[in-house]
């Protein structure tokens, strides 16, 4: 990587669904998987509900790190939900399970959020995928919290991973972020100055007690409390495993690139996040198969049209990165539909039957371990 991109790296964190796979429902039943995967040394934690796991890298220097690490973590999880008689899934919402029927993890921090969040947290039954890139210095970080924001509707068509909920197909590409709409402090951040600007406004809302701590700002790209990163979380967690690649390292990308054109004092202008939030509500809607806005042209263009465009904005950067292979799954996906189009399409096909639509998630979850 050169050495103008040393400081970003990468941090992949991917939520599992685990499937009963005689129901295929979510697994009502306690499984081991956390207890079991201590001894592997890797991060696997526990989320609010019970049937969601999440993995997570450790620092990641480049694309070929990333790879190896988020292939063995698919592969521990899923060998040790396999212990259990249990499957993993890959997609943003499950097609049929009912929230109200998960149990929620006793931890002390989802009580929490439990008793603060009410119904909003007990139905937030989603899976996400969120991607940290390091960042030189906190100032740097809002900078590109503020330069990225606008191309965060693009990324996010292309991971929509979730068009059914609770037994409906949604008409969404991408129900899963209108479940977690219903949190505060989530969608499109705002404008920040600097550091200390943003600083003074984490520290406003612990002063006033709307939170404890940064975490608790839910932004679909945030400045991270604690790690000098910035952390998309706008995704879906997409079914295969060279999906989750590809879309961090288009994350990566855009981020070197307008860091590249800042080294040139060259900046991206900061739309409003009304403007941006609309394209937003498209990609939510329709994924890569509508149109969003192009505000500098004022127009809708074709999210196709775009999501190759954005490939030509940042080839420049691409093999200094070392993620020309990761990339080239985009235009994969271009050809072939996101999750939520493949998931669509395989119920659709087979009459509309739930369990064939879980086993093809189960069954392209699986790929490339």
């Known amino acids: 990587m050169s050495s103008l991109y040393k400081d970003f790296t990468l941090g992949i964190e991917e939520e599992f669904q685990i499937i009963d796979p005689e ?6 039943r306690r499984h081991h998987i956390i207890e079991n995967g201590a001894k592997y040394e890797v991060d696997i934690k526990a989320e609010m509900h019970q049937s969601v796991v999440e993995v997570a890298t450790s620092i990641c220097k480049d694309m070929k790190d990333a ?15 396999d212990r259990d008689k249990l499957k993993i899934a890959a997609a943003g919402t499950h097609p049929f399970a009912s929230w109200e029927e998960q149990l929620i993890t006793n931890h002390p921090r989802y009580q929490e959020i439990v008793n603060e969040m009410q119904e909003a947290a007990r139905s937030n039954l989603i ?8 960042m030189p210095s906190r100032d740097v970080a809002v900078y590109m919290m503020n ?9 996010f068509a292309l991971s929509t991973n979730s068009p059914f909920w609770e037994g409906r197909d949604t008409g969404f590409k991408s129900f899963r972020t209108k479940v977690f709409d219903k949190f505060p402090r989530t969608g499109i951040p705002d404008v920040f100055n600097d550091a200390s600007h943003f600083d003074n406004f984490v520290a406003l809302l612990v002063k006033t007690n709307c939170i404890d701590n940064g ?5 679909d790209l945030r400045v991270h409390p604690y790690f000098n990163t910035i952390e998309f979380r706008m995704c879906d967690i997409p079914l295969r495993v060279d999906e989750t690649l590809a879309l961090a390292a288009l994350m990566q990308a855009i981020t070197a690139k307008l860091f590249k054109l800042s080294k040139s004092n060259i900046g991206w202008r900061n739309y409003d996040r009304a403007l941006i939030q609309e394209n937003k509500w498209r990609a939510a809607r329709y994924g890569i198969g509508g149109k969003l806005i192009d505000f500098g042209k004022q127009e809708e263009v074709d999210t196709k049209d775009l999501v190759l465009e954005f490939l030509d904005f940042v080839d420049d950067v691409v093999d200094e990165l070392g993620s020309r292979e990761e990339l080239d799954n985009i235009k994969w996906m271009l050809n072939n539909g996101t999750g939520a189009d493949r998931q669509l399409k395989t119920y659709y096909d087979n009459n509309r039957d739930f369990n064939k639509l879980v086993d093809f998630m189960i069954e392209e979850s699986y790929v490339g371990l």
Do not use: C
């Open 23 to 28: 129901t295929r429902d979510l697994s009502h």
């Open 147 to 155: 330069s990225l924001r606008y191309f965060l509707p693009h990324i």
């Open 127 to 134: 899976f996400g995928l969120h991607v940290h890139i390091g």
């Open 67 to 81: 790879r190896n690490q988020v292939v063995q973590l698919r592969k521990i999880i899923a060998e040790l939900a």
């Open 215 to 219: 975490k608790k700002i839910w932004w």
